[in-house]
């Protein structure tokens, strides 16, 4: 055999040797991430038993805007008002299920004909528009995590809702939500909106009040019930429509 073919061989068998010691460390990284990743889900895991009846405690999105109301001085003075379900306009709960979530009783917690469309959605705009969450997601999102669009929040989204709905009623979930959303800036829950909005409590809500709320959610900054954008008229048609 040749000295050529012997160091063909050997520069063969050293790749061959570099390519296992890469799969075995990424492989170790891969059980590294893992373990502190579910440390980390152990850490944050929320005793449902609290958040099963009762007073609303704060969001993380409500703690993060009081902290950064510190950086920005314009901001308006935090709005935040609970109000149980049984308070808050029926058009109001009906818009929402309307405009966020049609399969909100049918699902356990995550749609994936929702998760489909969006990805499909993105992927074409090439682009992040929708994200495809359900109320649930987004009442998980809104008490616990960040508005982060990281993969690995978005697996914490996820792991904690099919926790929060093995343990929470539907009703419960909506009440959540419908009281730590934001409609605006420093808005959040719909008692808080629709006295800004209009000077009257969310019982009081009506159809076209309730749409226009349920109008706001994707981005309640810049499109809502004052800005009136077009993006805003357009989503009250849209969810109009249900009406």
Known sequence: MSSISLQARFKKYLKKQ???RFVRWGVRLLVLVFIMDTGYLIGIWPDWELYKAGPIQRSNFIRHYIFE??????WPDLQWQQRPIHKISRHMIRALIVAEDASFY??????????????????????F????STISQQTVKNIFLSASKNPLRKWHELVL????ERKLSKRRILELYLNVAEFGRGIFGVEAAARHYWGISASRLSVAQAIQLAATLPAPVNHNPVSRTAFFNKRVKKISRYF
Request: proline letters at 0%; a negative charge; aromatic letters at 8%.
């Open 161 to 164: 809702t099919i926790g929060m």
């Open 69 to 74: 109301q510190y950086r920005h001085q314009s």
């Open 129 to 132: 528009v929708y994200g495809g």
């Open 106 to 127: 049918s699902h356990s917690g995550i749609d994936m004909e929702a998760l489909q469309a969006a990805m499909e959605y993105n992927l074409s705009e090439q682009r």
């Open 18 to 20: 570099k390519l296992i």
